[in-house]
């Protein structure tokens, strides 16, 4: 008697687990589903830090060779290369982002594809957007002032910068990461306390055309300043994702 009620109890036990075990294998085909590799990003990031840390490193140990030695006209004529070949790269690493966009869009999760797509546009739509500017510059000619450009420049740095930092945040919300929001905020306050401090929009002395060059001049330094640095923030990302490897959407702090 009793060993036909153990065994009913025995199926029910099996039958518990078995639905247990399918509950699990379902959780996990999800959270498999909905994970993020990092590592994708990682090597988005280092790339295209490293490749312009080394293109930095080039064009500012060249200016200041030329500046010793050359006049100002070749020196013009150097700055304007430079300015060519800074497209180039961006275009050789555009061309790479969309060849290993294509080898892991099979192979990665959508919301992988995603944040590699929503980098993809922080990292080369300004420099499209410049190229336009240059070309209108170009096309222009002497018909609008230099300064002019020179500012719309500037204010193309200071959206790059924010749109980058603020991007940093929302990858941080979205894997999760409370060390990227962090991370993100103090950056902000970096990038508003470097176009702003030390800047009177005053009155001065000089004539209003003169001061506005030199006003542009100043924020132009400073937006170089901001671009650079800018190549140490993708370097720490990459590092970071690399670090990380795999996180949920979900979060994992």
Not at 56 to 76: D, K, M, Q, Y
Not at 100 to 105: D, T, Y
Not at 137 to 155: D, Q, T
């Amino acid at each position: 008697m009793s060993e036909q009620i153990s065994e009913p109890r025995d199926n029910n036990r099996e039958e518990t687990v078995r639905s247990a075990m399918e509950d699990i294998a379902l959780i996990r085909r999800m959270i498999d589903h909905t994970e993020i590799n990092m590592r994708r990003l990682g090597w988005l990031f280092l790339v295209y830090g490293l490749v312009f840390l080394v293109y930095s490193l080039f064009e500012l140990s060249s200016t200041l060779i030329l500046a010793r030695a050359a006049t100002v006209e070749t020196t013009g004529n150097v700055s304007i290369i430079l300015s060519l070949l800074t497209y180039v790269v961006i275009a050789v690493l555009f061309v790479l982002f969309l060849r290993r966009r294509a080898a892991i869009v099979k192979t990665e999760s959508e919301h992988t594809m995603k944040l590699f797509d929503l980098w993809g546009v922080i990292m080369f739509a300004p420099a499209a957007l410049e190229l336009v500017i240059s070309l209108i510059a170009v096309m222009a000619g002497n018909r609008l002032p230099a300064v002019s450009f020179a500012m719309l420049r500037i204010v193309i740095s200071a959206v790059k910068n924010t749109a980058l930092y603020m991007c940093i945040f929302f990858t941080g919300h979205y894997i999760g990461s409370r060390l990227l929001k962090i991370a993100s905020a103090v950056l902000i306050i970096l990038l508003i306390t470097l176009y702003t401090c030390g800047i009177s929009l005053g009155e001065t002395w000089m004539s209003e055309s003169n001061y506005f060059m030199q006003l542009t001049g100043v924020i132009g330094i400073r937006s170089s300043i901001a671009s650079f640095i800018q190549i140490f923030v993708y370097l720490g990302m990459g590092i970071y994702c690399i670090v990380k490897q795999r996180g949920s959407v979900h979060g994992d702090e």
